[in-house]
């Protein structure tokens, strides 16, 4: 009697486990492909294999005699039942998407926005820029994200050709070619631009890291370039070398500005059209602390003082 007992235990457990078994083996078949899909890719016949076999272990171990209906598409929470199960940590691409899709979520709205609100409220004035552009502007300004010229000064598409660096510098005619002179040669000789605007700025680390380089050697690329506004750091250390540190900072980012106004001057394509009044050259700089802004334009009779330490402007203006 007892070799029957034994029996009939061996049967009901093999009945019980061959399902599990068979699942088993045949994702140890398909494992070396796990690393590289999502679940989406795997074949709708093999996701639903795997799901009607351990809805059928459940019913074993429930006692439930019954078979489930089984949805064409499996859940995600079968999949994860499913990994369980079989002793595997979840799928790798089953988990909810991460923050980068959660921000590019959110620029899809706002794309969408200013396609109702600016676009199609703008319609003909987005047609004309299909043909060409004219901008009354060329603006240089600095790459700091809180610094964005379209946002404080609210030009419209079409109405400035924009670069921007770190730190805002145009660097002279002698130190060769770099992409802001690119953009200043299309934007004066092709477009014919009517203004050039340089906007500074306040707290820029550019500045920063120019104020506090030694002449040490030590160079990286952030540092080759601010070296185009050495003759103002030099400048405000000469005038203000009593001041602390953040004060001469803050006077150098107003002094180069106006060194870049000059250096635009290098530039003989520039220097004509502002002698002949084609083009005017403007400096501004934007305090985002209490949030106003300082204009002024450079006087060209008058720029020639420059070797004596001096720019004159004229037009100064502050807007707060």
């Known amino acids: 009697m007892a070799w029957f007992i034994r029996f009939k235990a061996r049967s009901l457990v093999a009945a ?15 494992q070396p492909h796990f ?17 009607m076999r351990l809805n059928e272990v459940d019913d074993i171990q429930s006692g439930s005699s019954s078979s489930p209906e089984i949805d064409r598409r499996p859940s995600v929470s079968a999949l994860k039942a499913s990994s369980i199960a ?21 620029l899809k709205q706002r794309f969408l926005s200013f396609k109702k609100h600016k676009y199609l409220e703008e319609f003909e004035h987005f047609q004309a820029l299909k ?69 500074g700025h306040s707290c820029c680390g550019g500045i920063q890291t120019l104020m506090s380089m030694r002449d040490n050697g030590d160079s990286s690329f952030i540092k080759t370039w601010v070296t185009n506004g050495k003759i103002a750091k030099n400048r405000t250390e000469s005038a203000a070398n009593h001041l602390s540190f953040d004060q001469k900072c803050r006077l150098c980012e107003k002094e180069s500005i106006n060194r870049s106004l000059l250096n635009l001057l290098t530039y003989p394509w520039i220097e ?6 084609l083009l005017f050259v403007h400096g501004g700089y934007y305090d985002f602390l209490n949030c106003t802004f300082e204009k002024w334009t450079l006087d060209f009779k008058g720029s020639s003082d420059e070797e004596r330490g001096r720019i004159l402007v004229k037009d100064q203006q502050l807007w707060c």
């Open 86 to 106: 079989l002793g595997l940590e979840e799928f790798p691409h089953v988990n909810a998407p991460g923050e980068k899709l959660n921000l590019f979520d959110e």
């Open 131 to 199: 043909e060409a552009q004219k901008p009354k502007f060329m603006v240089i300004a600095c790459a700091d994200s809180r610094v964005c010229p379209s946002t404080i000064l609210g030009f419209r598409p079409g109405e400035a050709f924009m670069i921007r660096n770190v730190a805002n510098l145009v660097p002279p005619l002698e130190n060769g070619p770099s992409e802001t002179n690119a953009a200043l040669e299309f934007a004066v000789k092709t477009l014919e631009v009517e203004n050039i605007l340089i906007i």
């Open 16 to 30: 019980t486990t061959r399902p599990l078994r068979d699942a088993l083996d045949s994702f140890h078949c398909s």
């Open 272 to 277: 004509e059209r502002v002698k002949k009044e």
């Open 35 to 51: 690393s590289d899909f999502s679940v989406g890719s795997f074949p709708r016949k093999w996701l639903r294999s795997k799901a």
